[in-house]
T-cell receptor, first 111, second 119 residues
Framework: AQTVTQSQPEMSVQEAETVTLSCTYD???????LFWYKQPPSRQMILVIR??????QNATENRFSVNFQKAAKSFSLKISDSQLGDAAMYFC????????FGQGTRLTINP | GAVVSQHPSRVICKSGTSVKIECRSL??????MFWYRQFPKQSLMLMAT?????????EQGVEKDKFLINHASLTLSTLTVTSAHPEDSSFYIC???????????????FGPGTRLTVT
């Protein structure tokens, strides 16, 4: 079975600062993908960033980057220059054909 | 970008009645659609996977006869909650995977969700 664990139920950061959200996972698959999704109060799921497991290079999307440690089965999300609009629930997800989601981390941005 | 819609966005029904939720891919063809359930302040739980023209595959613990899924075309999947009870009240989210997504074929595009309240 595939599992995803987010050990930080809540995080807060000052606007313009950097924050890192943690995610660990377990899978017996050799080919899989990892995702970070953002769910704002509207509850629309928004893809933030994705990582193919076979790629060693960490994915980056503007202010968002990941630290993918395959051997440790760790997939953390770093948000640089935090903005008020980044406040949301963040879900780490694992899968290929279907996704397994972590419990989520609620991120608060303090002005 | 790929857009997925859901209708209705909110629905209230009486206990014992059935309610249908539609999920449409608006600008792409979806070979596979997924239905999730999300309780307040919790994560998304996959209920079932549906492929166009075939029977849905349900996750363990999901009642097939209560949650009827039909994926009749490459742009439409429906979830019918039959004989709804208050414990079925939840937020239901669908997602769709594109037939041809370019380089990345496993990305899912999510609908805005439907809030179901059973009274």
């Amino acid at each position: 079975a595939q599992t995803v664990t987010q050990s930080q139920p809540e995080m807060s950061v000052q606007e313009a600062e950097t924050v890192t959200l943690s995610c660990t996972y377990d899978t017996s698959e050799s080919d899989y993908y990892l995702f970070w999704y953002k769910q704002p109060p509207s509850r629309q799921m928004i893809l933030v960033i994705r990582q193919e497991a076979y790629k060693q290079q960490n994915a980056t999307e503007n202010r968002f980057s990941v630290n993918f440690q395959k051997a440790a089965k760790s997939f953390s999300l770093k948000i640089s220059d935090s903005q008020l609009g980044d406040a949301a629930m963040y879900f780490c997800a694992l899968g290929a054909q279907k996704l397994v989601f972590g419990q989520g981390t609620r991120l608060t941005i303090n002005p | 970008g790929a857009v997925v819609s859901q209708h209705p966005s909110r629905v209230i029904c009486k206990s014992g009645t059935s309610v249908k939720i539609e999920c449409r891919s608006l600008d792409f063809q979806a070979t596979t659609m997924f239905w999730y359930r999300q309780f307040p302040k919790q994560s998304l739980m996959l209920m079932a996977t549906s492929n166009e023209g075939s029977k849905a595959t349900y996750e363990q613990g999901v009642e097939k006869d209560k949650f009827l899924i039909n994926h009749a075309s490459l742009t439409l999947s429906t979830l019918t909650v039959t004989s709804a009870h208050p414990e079925d009240s939840s937020f239901y989210i669908c997602s769709a995977r594109s037939l041809t997504s370019g380089v990345f074929s496993y990305e899912q595009y999510f609908g805005p969700g439907t809030r179901l309240t059973v009274t």
